[in-house]
């Protein structure tokens, strides 16, 4: 991770609730996810981070400001904070327009440039137009974009998104997932991002935290985290689909060769304690190559006879779950499936390279 | 309908409209402050400010003359520093309506800014407003039908008041007499005829008060 311009650490403790702590949190430039299952205290920290939960324990960093610090009982509010907050629902003003609630808090400027800094918002997200709309005469995915130019048009230090696709139906999160990641982008600004969804943590974050159990466990690069998790259960939360226990039979120049069941597979040892004999062996469904037959030549190390056992649709995605001695689980777009002419009973060939296999060390 | 019914009816409607001038400043701070925060003594405050409902509106007319009074301790207070009698003035009429009208606003509103989701408020925050800012273009706008049907009871309730008028303003004609007070006079005076026609008009205008206020507190959408 670069350089954190926000560090956190702290405990949140609701009455009679869960504890959520923020364990040297560590937030750089470009887009972080907080990525967690729903309950993991996401929200929370979000919150926390935006002044409108008081943690008791502990402090919060903004470069050299300091927002809080539990001990020396100093605690910045919310409006001093110079942070852009969109929650989950988006909390539009309802009485106020489109223009009322982007210009909401563009208070210090003098009219003529509010009304500037307004339209030239809109514009940049595509709102002209709606100026003069109210939030419910709105789609949601012009809701949410209009929550974002209302974060966003006061130019804020720091942008926080709650599941911004949440109230979005399937087609229009897909659409705009690719549009907030290009606008966050253009914007520049740091921006924390909460999901639950693996592939928006993917599309849309530099660096990831994972929470689990109201703390965050891991964090790094994206693909740092997703394809290395430190433990079972960020393993779990990254939702990788296979993840089986093997024996490591030998280490040689890096290489582990792992039994799972009858089959063997080859692995980057990587930093693997020595000592380590019993391992989870974690394979992301992308990253399984379906064949029909023996490819001649080809670089992935593990070969595996594959008996498909179903079939599942995910969207345009199908998931094919296969027995390869151990269930092993592939994700294939739909025209890949019928080139494969797949069926549940097919037999097949699956590759997996050796970099992409991640072996965790049991703990027990 | 004299000339002098239609003063009494002009005079009770100013009265009533003055008490209500009393009653929203300190009614919405007081409405403002039960539904969004938590202090010990919360529940003493509560409960002083719902007593004049229950009580028999004579009593609280009889603690207002013992605090206003010339021997009481606001009272000579008001009379030494600006030479101004309350008790049987116009400001005494004015001030018992609001005594007996405030917790019916204080309650409607309470519940108006309960409603209105804290999601808002905490967003404003965040885009640099103050905790005026917020409560004049965030809470007080959203929370305005309730805030509005709050109003109209109060008034409506101001304007049937009789018993702790009497006891602090009297029944002075043309000076502290408002509509009840009139009718109950009248019907003292065997002017029964009279007395059904103030009843008519009182009927008329509380019709048309509770009728406005539950309009708006049945919320379309």
Redesign the interface.
């Known amino acids: 991770m670069k350089d954190a311009i926000l560090t956190a650490n702290f405990r949140r403790q609701f009455p009679g609730g869960p504890e959520i702590i923020a364990e040297d949190l560590r937030i750089g430039g470009g887009i972080t996810v907080l990525f967690g299952a729903s309950g993991s205290g996401k929200t929370t920290i979000l919150r926390c981070l935006?002044?409108?939960e008081r943690p008791e324990k502990g402090s919060i960093h903004f470069g050299a400001e300091n927002w809080l610090d539990a001990e020396m009982n100093s605690f910045l509010?919310?409006?001093?904070?110079?942070?852009?907050?969109v929650?989950q629902?988006y909390?539009l003003?309802?009485?106020l327009t489109v223009a009322g609630n982007v210009g909401?808090?563009l208070?210090?400027l003098p009219a003529t440039g509010r009304a500037a800094r307004v339209a030239e918002t809109l514009r940049w997200l595509g709102l002209d137009g709606l100026e003069h709309r109210l939030p419910r005469e709105l789609s949601g995915g012009q809701q949410q974009r209009v929550a974002l130019a209302?974060a966003v048009a006061?130019r804020p230090k720091l942008l926080l998104l709650d599941e911004p696709f949440a109230a979005l139906d399937t087609p229009a999160r897909l659409r705009l997932r690719g549009e907030l990641r290009q606008l966050l982008r253009q914007l520049g600004i740091p921006t924390i991002l909460v999901t639950h969804d693996r592939f928006e943590a993917l599309a849309l974050g530099d660096d990831v935290a994972v929470l689990h159990a109201g703390r965050n466990v891991q964090q790094g690069a994206v693909p740092e985290v997703f394809s290395r998790p430190v433990n079972l259960a960020v393993a779990e939360i990254t939702a990788v689909e296979t993840i089986q226990s093997g024996q490591i039979l030998e280490t040689r120049d890096g290489l582990a060769t792992v039994a799972l069941g009858d089959a063997r597979l080859i692995a980057l040892a990587g930093d693997l304690p020595p000592a380590a004999r019993e391992v989870y062996v974690c394979i992301r469904a992308e990253d399984v190559i379906l064949m029909r037959a023996h490819p001649v030549q080809s670089s992935p190390r593990n070969r595996l006879a594959a008996t498909v056992l179903s079939l599942v649709r995910e969207g345009s995605l199908v998931r094919v779950n296969l027995d390869c001695g151990f269930p092993l689980t592939a994700l294939l777009t739909q025209p890949a499936c019928e080139e494969l002419a797949l069926q549940a009973g097919a037999q097949l060939v699956a590759l997996v390279k050796a970099p992409q296999i991640h072996l965790i060390p049991f703990t027990r | 309908m004299s000339g002098a019914d239609w003063q009494l009816v002009g005079f009770s409607l100013r009265m009533a409209l003055t008490s209500l001038l009393l009653v929203l400043p300190p009614g919405l701070a007081l409405a403002w402050w039960l539904a969004r925060k938590d202090w010990r003594g919360k529940a003493l405050v509560e409960t002083l400010v719902t007593l004049p409902l229950v009580l028999p509106p004579v009593v609280t007319g009889l603690v207002l003359l013992q605090l206003f009074g010339q021997r009481g301790p606001v009272g000579s207070w008001l009379h030494q520093t600006f030479g101004m009698d309350v008790v049987f003035t116009w400001w005494a009429v004015a001030l018992a309506l609001a005594a007996m009208s405030l917790p019916l606003f204080v309650r409607a509103a309470r519940t108006a800014f309960e409603e209105v989701d804290v999601k808002f408020e905490q967003l404003a925050r965040t885009l640099g407003a103050g905790e005026w800012r917020v409560f004049f273009t965030i809470t007080l706008p959203l929370a305005m039908r309730g805030v509005l049907a709050g109003t109209l009871l109060a008034f409506a309730r101001a304007l049937g008041e009789f018993g702790a008028t009497i006891m602090v303003a009297g029944n002075i004609p043309g000076r502290t007499t408002t509509l009840p007070v009139a009718i109950y006079a009248a019907v003292q005076n065997g002017e029964d005829a009279h007395a059904w026609t103030l009843a008519g008009v009182s009927a008329v205008i509380a019709f048309a008060a509770v009728f406005v206020s539950e309009k708006l507190q049945r919320r379309p959408r």
């Open positions: 935006a002044g409108l509010s919310p409006r001093k904070r110079g942070v852009g907050f929650p629902d909390a003003f309802p009485h909401y808090g208070k210090e209302r006061r």
